[in-house]
């Protein structure tokens, strides 16, 4: 399974930016897609999931600012994100869950990409 993350980059704060992330290589179905971010110096944070039975979740510091959304059919997921803010500079990580049926437990990883804001 490849996970290919895009979307980072350069942005002022207040601005947005719209994370994209594809899953391929694989006949899996993802009950859990998402996105982690690991800012400089800090540890890896999850920021957003969302399941196959539509439910999403999202850490406190970007709620009402980032919307999560996926599309089952090409296995991808998105990371609205609007409102940045400095703190949200962070190398942004793309996560997928295969279904319980295919018994693999290990999340597959994107490569990340580098969100930066600048005040």
């Known amino acids: 399974v490849q996970l290919q993350a895009s979307g980072g980059g350069l942005v002022q704060a207040g601005g947005s930016l719209r994370l994209s992330c594809s899953a391929s290589?694989?006949?899996?179905?993802?009950?859990?897609l998402g996105w982690y971010r690991q800012p400089p110096g800090k540890e890896r944070e999850l920021v957003a999931s969302?399941?196959?039975?539509?439910?999403?979740n999202y850490t406190d510091s970007v709620k009402d600012r980032f919307s999560i959304s996926r599309d089952n059919v090409k296995n991808a997921v998105f990371l609205q994100m609007n409102s940045l803010k400095p703190e949200d500079t962070a190398v942004y990580y793309c996560y997928a869950v295969a279904h319980p049926v295919f018994r693999v437990t290990s999340p597959f990883w994107g490569q990340g990409t580098l969100v930066t804001v600048s005040s």
């Open positions: 969302s399941t196959l039975a539509g439910s999403t």
């Open positions: 290589g694989s006949a899996f179905i993802f009950n859990v």
